[in-house]
């Protein structure tokens, strides 16, 4: 630093919070203006969603349905299965967060203490047990994940593996009657609210990635039949608009498939959008391959690898970390676009939103019913950006 | 150099087409294991196509290559082969961004020589430790100096156990004071009796270690002779302008 040669600015134009007031937000008449207007907007807007919130709205439709927003007709006597797959999911969470973002504490802990704030919220009080368990379960997991991180990566990548089977079958059951080492059935026509949405969100991004990979490198490949099938299916698809395909799902997957097959509706519309978001992923991976430079395949086939093993561990791993940005982007558009399944006559968050307005009691509350199925979107939307922006840093994206 | 010495690369009339674009027009060339040979000539003149047809990189349209008896055909199985025993060192090193050092050499033994991932590591770090950088194993090819990922790239072909090492000008995109580094490396190889193919306008390394040295101009090879040919009484004009100016400077 040269501190002799520096000239420092008049007093008045330096002192803190003033002078930053008037060089950022009064530097000139118009920005004054402008400031003034700013303000003035803001504070009506404000002032007019506060009211609303707390003196208007009527958020008992809320409360009294929150079941039935969460996990929509879902019998309650059931509901314990899905509480014991969420534990075991959040415990899932906390060993990968003390084993593979260890210095996080604070993210963790928030992410950790979730249940334990929304126990604060007015729920039965078998909820609030519930949410406490989970958040206990959530930081066993952690502790135990610090302890001996090394021996516990392995069965924690498993874990994560069978974390959606595990899930869907405790949605589900095998059985046709509860008893010992049996689950009863809970048919998918009963699966609704953010359990329904959660699981077509999951089941899409779960199952697009590997048929979206599978296209992008179809794409490149050098067998026509496989080159062309590739190119049309994209460009098919993403030429259509996804509402379109799930109601072929529904309408027209019955008649290309024999009698004998009935495949479920809930089934269906997850398949619908599988396909769907198949291909954008395939676009996607197709411009994260582009971006490698040649040097990196030559050299991969210099050393003797094949071109399997190239696109295996040289190409596609630097494909894909280029585009996590974009990848979390798609997944959280899945997330939205589930909200479609409404229309085809599903009852995910805004559907079972549209069958609580139809309550006699409830008539004309779209404000609050719509209003908090956006923030919930809204909630669950960004904690998917944060937790892919965490990934970044984690992966070094950026630096190569 | 022994007169008995088993013939590692024969390339004989070999040609080359990019589209129109006549880029190799009937290479010969006969290489004994051990020599090493470097290649040099104007930008453009084939030198980097030429070296990269020998592990096919390329593939040529006319003419012959056969390294070490198997004959470079389309059978992907021959191309596999030859690559296994023949090691690249590229201009712009070419090291995988996404894996550590350790990482980068292990790749392929582990996958391809199907070694355990031990056994693969422990020569890994004997051959960073032979290229003089054993501490940096555990970096990422970004965190290195151009020297030491050239100096790595040599480690990770070498890794293979290569019986052929090739060369497509390995200091050219180095800082003047790294390539003595590299160079260095490139002498100790030679003198362990490596069989190599370098295209470098490094004229000391070629008077220091090569065995022959061709001169390429458009396509052909011009000239080709002992340094000390090459050197002290080059018959073509065209070597002679060219020496002139590389070694003007
Ligand atoms: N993929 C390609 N397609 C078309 N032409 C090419 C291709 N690669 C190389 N060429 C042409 O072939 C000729 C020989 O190129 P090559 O890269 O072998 O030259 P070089 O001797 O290595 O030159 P330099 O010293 O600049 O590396 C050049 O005229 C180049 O433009
Ligand atoms: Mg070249």
Known sequence: MNQSNTILPPITERSGFIGWLRKNLFGTWLDSFLTIVSVVFIYWVIKALYTWVFTIAEWEVIAANLRLFIIGQF??????????????????????????DKRAYAPAVLTLCFPLFLAFLPFENSTRQWLIILAVTGFVGWRLGFSKPDALKKTVVIGWVIALPIFVLLTRGFT?????????????????????????????????????????????????????????????????????????????????????INVDRVLRAMIGMTLFSAAYLAENVRGGLQAIPKGQFEASYALGLNSIQTMTFVIMPQALRLIIPILVGQFIAVFKDTALVAIVGLFDLLGIGRTVLAQPEFLGLHREVFAFISLIYWVLSYAMSYISQRLEESLGVGKR | MTESATTMITVQDVHKWYGDFHALKGINMNIKQGEVIVIFGPSGSGKSTFIRTINRLEDHQRGEIVVRGTRLTHDIRNIEAIRMDTGMVFQQFNLFPHLTVMQNITLSPIQVRKWTKQKAEEIAIQLLERVGIPEQAHKFPGQLSGGQQQRVAIARALAMQPKIMLFDEPTSALDPEMIKEVLDVMVELAKSGMTMLVVTHEMGFARAVADRMFFFDQGQIVESGTPKDIFEAPKEERTKLFLSQILSH
């Open chain 1, 75 to 100: 019998p309650l006597e059931q509901a314990g299965r899905l509480w014991i797959a969420l534990a075991f999911l959040l415990f899932l969470t906390g060993n990968s967060l003390a084993i593979w």
């Open chain 1, 176 to 260: 046709e009657t509860d008893g010992v080492g049996a689950l009863a059935i809970v048919g998918t026509n009963l699966w609704g609210g953010l359990l329904l949405s959660f699981l077509l969100t999951v089941v899409a991004n779960i199952f697009s990635f590997p048929l979206g990979l599978a296209l992008a490198l179809g794409r490149r490949s050098e067998l026509p039949i496989i080159r062309w099938f590739s190119i049309g299916y994209i460009e098919l698809i993403r030429g259509v608009p996804l509402i379109t395909i799930l109601f072929m799902a529904q309408l027209m997957l019955p008649l290309f498939l024999p009698d004998s």
